[in-house]
Nanobody, 134 residues
Framework: QVQLVESGGGLVQAGGSLRLSCAAS????????MGWFRQGPGLEREFVAA?????????????QYYAESVNGRFAISKDDTCALYLQMNDLKPEDTAVYYC??????????????????????WGQGTQVTVSS
């Protein structure tokens, strides 16, 4: 059974930075797609960033995908324990949301848009709140 636990959320001023972490445990994580989604107040859950699975150990050259709204400001990464990170820079009030870590048992998709579909993900963390003040 895969378990995902997020941490690192908090309150930050616009222009500031935060780093989210997702501790992952379970078998087969190195071959899973892992990603971040967020859900703002009154909004639907939306894709933020994702990394493809690897045929080797975690953190060995997986491909990265980003939502247009965060591209250039956020960076997703994974270490060799399969912990997932999201470095968020130049934060804006519209980034305020609960951020979720998720894992998909599939290693990868041929179309990048498939990474953005929350319905494809099999495991979810409990979420961590990020609040950006103006």
């Amino acid at each position: 059974q895969v378990q995902l636990v997020e941490s690192g959320g908090g309150l930050v001023q616009a222009g500031g930075s935060l780093r989210l972490s997702c501790a992952a445990s379970g078998a087969g994580l190195n071959s899973f797609i892992m990603g971040w989604f967020r859900q703002g107040p009154g909004l639907e859950r939306e894709f933020v960033a994702a990394m493809s699975g690897s045929g080797f150990h975690c953190g060995s050259g997986e491909r990265q995908y980003y939502a247009e709204s965060v591209n250039g400001r956020f960076a997703i990464s994974k270490d060799d324990t399969c912990a997932l990170y999201l470095q968020m820079n130049d934060l804006k009030p519209e980034d305020t949301a609960v951020y979720y870590c998720a894992a998909d048992r599939t290693r990868g998709y041929s179309t990048p848009t498939s990474y953005t579909d929350a319905r494809r993900y099999d495991y979810w963390g409990q979420g961590t709140q990020v609040t950006v003040s103006s």
